[in-house]
């Protein structure tokens, strides 16, 4: 990543600055408008002697009062003294954000041409986005006494939550998590208050107030690492070998190599120099599992942020990793997307497993890319990070080829595991039942009377995609989207994926009635729910466990479910990408991709790299311990050359294939893009703002206007959606800073347009998606 050209405080310069009024004090505020610049307020120099940058202020904003970030106490205000507002009341007596990340917000700001309090209000836990105390916050929470670990459930009788709850309790002092909060209560049990209360009553629990981090008691002891092999041992040193300097790392290791084990090797020399640690993962799924893991190793308590956590928890997570105690400090935190924003006390090691995960990328509001974020972060910290991934992004492994990234190797797979053998299935010509063919099934069933697990993969939920008319051919459109109604069965719906919307699934065609006949209304294609109904029929003494978003809605439920899973009561996984990567199923030695076309033809240029990397990343699921694993793929074009490149487990040809294609046609990383979005109810509104905003391109001095080369505007590959019609233009350049200075001038003349009001817009650099 480069930054681009221009200083942080550029942008909330006044072109027609007046002469500042005498004696007047100013500080500059982010607030959490769109607007693309910073606003000066007036404060007394008792205030002043207290202000820092970094500290939140309550500020007055036409008709409201809004929480803003102090930016600048040092700045010279271009307006004159009477005309500016004073702050309503300092929020914080310390910093809330220090130097390092004020610096990487404006940065991000810059960088990806997003409102500056935007960024900033982005970058803050929601609790603080509203003006609560910087501090965190506790709940009740409830432990056993004396009299309650020496009485046994049975005494109580017949008040039967009483002992099921006491139950509870004395088994979760025997796993350390003897204290259990409201929060985790609240995910065990329904309607568990008054019974608590009456064990209260009774002498047998006691109740305390703590936060909500931290409850569980680690285990007296860490567990030993697995030894490293030769390759591990070679990566862990080399990236420990230069402590305190800026490095980024690739590590490439197939699936099954034992990444994981060299990312803990590498934490504990971290940690040993009274450093933290910043894990990134794509996924939610992906959390649970390394903190157990990381817990369990490191003997070190971890915080956590995602999204499924309430308000509460993401503060008090927020907080744990800048605690000034060493001892309660968290020293080791994992997060999605958003934790690249969270500052550390003595941030030592950034790690981001799956970096090329399409989810690290934001895909609306601020969209940024948290793996350019970090790596950014990291060069300003001046400290390693490690970049991890069995089948790593073109743009990664591009870098590492130009020797911006250090790139490390694992071609083995751990222990006494060994890759699996891949087939190619030809389809062509086949009868498939519910999308599993012959072979297929021959397999699954020979697989399951040897004792092992099946893993069936298919990237589509719902029953079937389309409903279809037999009689008319009526297809269950979308009133709001370019796109088809896909059937639930279970749920006896139609859903749009895109949009959301849903109806109840008709009695008869809605156009032609099918003379009142229902039967001649039928699922066309394959989703989850569908060969889930098929595998039952074919396997009905099989367990089968299916795996997606449907699936897996309530809070705990896909911790459950892959629990299950691990313990090898299930026989049959069925599922989307969510199963896809990180996770270890000792059992499972046969993995079936139903299809693996989809990703072949797509529009979008990234498709094949995002299809190999799927395929890979289920293919590795299979044989990760004693047994030899086996991949079945479902394809009806068997000849093509990138899937012989991923039978041979061949990433590196894979790439190799597709670096050509790219350089050919002058794609990333070969070229740099931004995409400008327009979207109104009436299409012909971003039609004109778009051919608008490119006649108003201004001339750079000194700059080829060639340089960076304007297409469009075109419709997007999904026209309408949500009842909007969606156009876009994209801008391409072989120079990365030529793109930015042209955006830098271009865009406050885009935001001028009189067209502007009319429809949605959005600047997307670096955009992973064409849609």
Not at 340 to 351: A, D, E, M, S, W
Not at 480 to 485: E, K, Q, T
Not at 596 to 607: H, M, T, V
């Amino acid at each position: 990543m480069q930054d681009s050209l221009f200083s942080s405080d550029q942008g909330s310069q006044n072109p027609h600055p007046k002469k500042p009024a005498r004696n007047v004090l100013t500080i500059q505020v982010a607030v959490p408008k769109p607007l693309r610049s910073l606003f000066d307020y007036r404060v007394t120099p008792q205030q002043l002697a207290k202000l820092q940058a970094g500290m939140r202020v309550k500020v007055p904003f036409g008709r409201q009062q809004l929480v803003g970030v102090v930016i600048h106490t040092d700045k010279t205000s271009h307006y004159a003294g009477h005309k500016l507002k004073p702050i309503v009341d300092i929020i914080d007596d310390s910093p809330c954000l220090a130097c390092n990340i004020l610096e990487l917000l404006q940065w991000v700001s810059r960088y990806y041409q997003h409102p500056i309090g935007e960024v900033f209000s982005h970058a803050l836990p929601a609790l603080l986005r509203q003006g609560k105390p910087l501090l965190p916050v506790t709940e009740n929470a409830w432990q056993l006494t004396e009299q309650g670990r020496n009485t046994e459930p049975e005494t109580l009788g017949r008040a039967i939550k009483q002992r099921q709850l006491l139950d509870f309790l004395k088994q979760a002092t025997n796993n350390n998590n003897a204290m259990q909060t409201t929060t985790q209560l609240n995910q065990q049990w329904g309607n568990w208050r008054d019974a608590m209360r009456r064990l209260e009553e009774k002498g047998l629990v006691t109740q305390t107030r703590q936060t909500s981090i931290f409850s569980n008691v680690l285990k007296p002891t860490a567990s030993a690492l697995h030894t490293l092999n030769a390759e591990q041992q070679q990566a862990a040193d080399t990236i420990s070998a230069t402590p305190g300097q800026h490095n980024a790392f690739l590590l490439e290791g197939i699936t099954g190599s034992g990444k994981t084990e060299v990312y803990m090797q590498v934490i504990i020399d971290v940690l040993k120099r009274g450093q933290q640690v910043l894990v990134l993962v794509p996924e939610i799924g992906l959390t649970p599992q390394l903190v157990e893991r990381f817990e369990r190793h490191l003997h070190t308590h971890v915080a956590v942020l995602h999204s499924s956590m309430n308000d509460t928890e993401r503060l008090n997570n927020w907080l744990a990793v800048q605690d000034a105690n060493d001892d309660s400090r968290a020293r080791v935190l994992i997060g999605t997307r958003s934790a690249v924003f969270t500052p550390f006390k003595n941030l030592g090691l950034i790690l981001i497993d799956e970096e090329h995960d399409l989810s690290l990328k934001q895909q609306d509001g601020l969209r940024y890319s948290a793996r350019d974020v970090a790596i950014m972060r990291a060069h300003s910290a001046n400290i390693p990070i490690i970049l991890g991934s069995a089948t790593p992004s073109l743009e990664t492994l591009y870098n590492a080829q130009q020797q911006r990234y250090t790139h490390l190797q694992l071609k083995q797979r751990a222990g006494d595991a060994i890759l699996p053998d891949i087939y190619l299935l030809d389809v062509r010509s086949q009868k498939l039942e519910h999308g599993l063919s012959a072979q297929l099934i021959q397999r699954i069933r020979a697989h399951l009377e040897q004792g092992n697990q099946a893993l069936l993969f298919l990237n589509r939920r719902g029953f079937a995609p389309v409903l279809m008319c037999y009689e008319c051919g009526w297809l269950s459109h979308c009133p709001r989207c370019d796109a088809y109604l896909t059937l639930h069965q279970r749920a006896q719906q139609l859903r749009c994926h895109h949009c959301g919307t849903e109806t109840r699934i008709p009695h008869a065609c809605p156009d032609c009635q099918s003379n009142g006949n229902q039967s001649e209304l039928n699922p066309v294609g394959l989703g989850t729910e569908r060969v889930e109904e098929a595998l039952a029929d074919l396997f009905p003494d099989k367990t089968i466990l299916r795996i997606d978003r449907d699936s897996t809605r309530k809070k705990g439920e896909l911790e459950d479910k892959l629990q299950q899973a691990k313990d090898g009561n299930i026989d049959i996984l069925l599922g989307t990408q969510m199963l896809a990567k990180g996770h270890h199923f000792p059992r499972v030695t046969l993995v079936g991709i139903l299809s693996a076309d989809q990703g072949l033809y797509s529009a979008d240029f990234r498709a094949s790299e995002r299809m190999g990397q799927l395929i890979l990343q289920v293919a590795g699921r299979a044989g990760r311990e004693q047994q030899k694993g086996e991949v079945l793929i479902q394809t009806c074009h068997p000849e093509n050359p990138l899937l012989q490149d991923l039978q041979h487990h061949s990433y590196p040809d894979f790439c190799k294939d597709l670096f050509s294609e790219r350089e050919q046609a002058m794609l990333p990383p070969y070229t740099y893009h931004v995409l400008i979005r327009a979207e109104a109810m009436d299409e012909n509104a971003p039609i004109e703002f778009l051919t608008a905003a490119k006649n108003s391109r201004p001339a750079i001095a000194n700059k080829d206007p060639d340089s960076v080369e304007i297409f469009g505007p075109f419709p997007a590959p999904m026209t309408r959606r949500a009842g909007r019609y969606r156009y876009q233009m994209l801008c391409q350049s072989t120079n990365r800073n030529d793109l930015q200075q042209l955006l830098y001038h271009w865009l406050p003349l885009i935001e001028k347009s009189p067209n502007r009001n009319k429809v949605r817009w959005s600047v997307d650099v670096d955009p992973q998606e064409m849609f």
